[in-house]
């Protein structure tokens, strides 16, 4: 087969994930901007939580990023696996939003209460999460990872750890503190390291 040919097929199967990609983290945009919608549409309704609309927040720019870095897999050669893998990951950011805005709270005393009370399903899932950006990064490839730095391996190694920490504590400033922290820190590691693609 030509190499145009054999391109275009590469080309093409990407374009295929893709758009299943985005059906994926499109539910999730939903879910998120829904629920903050409701908070705005009825703000007396449910007791809102400066930690819960940070995991929001942080929910919301991963699930824009890992739209925008998954550019990296156009240059790779697919297969079922890998298709696989990515739909399970795609898929984690719409239950991490699901955790974040369920369907009903009544056994609950605010979203705040819900948060703390579903801490160790949450912030297993975030770890999870976390441990799948390695393996998706492993994907793109060696050059890929090398030039994210041995800040990489560290900050994706302390993300876990606090993850742990913070599923086993209810201190709400611990968890206000790891938020915003880790907010900041995405913010910061995104423009650093994917504001471009290529």
Partial sequence: ???????QIAVDLYLHVRVLIGI???LSVVRLVGGVARFVAHPGRQRSSLIHFGWVAWALLNVLTF???????SRIEWNFGIYFFVC???SMFFFLSVLLFPDDLREYD???DYFLSRRIWFF???ALTELLDVVDTLIKGTDYLRALGPEYPIRIALFIIFCGVAAATRNRAFHLIFVLVGLAY?????VRHYFYVG
């Fill in 24 to 26: 994926l983290l499109g």
């Fill in 88 to 90: 399970v990951y795609a």
């Fill in 124 to 126: 297993g899932f975030v």
């Fill in 67 to 73: 739209w925008w870095w998954e550019f990296g897999l």
């Fill in 186 to 190: 995405e913010i910061i590691f995104f």
């Fill in 110 to 112: 605010g979203y705040q």
């Fill in 1 to 7: 087969m030509p190499h145009t040919a054999t391109t």
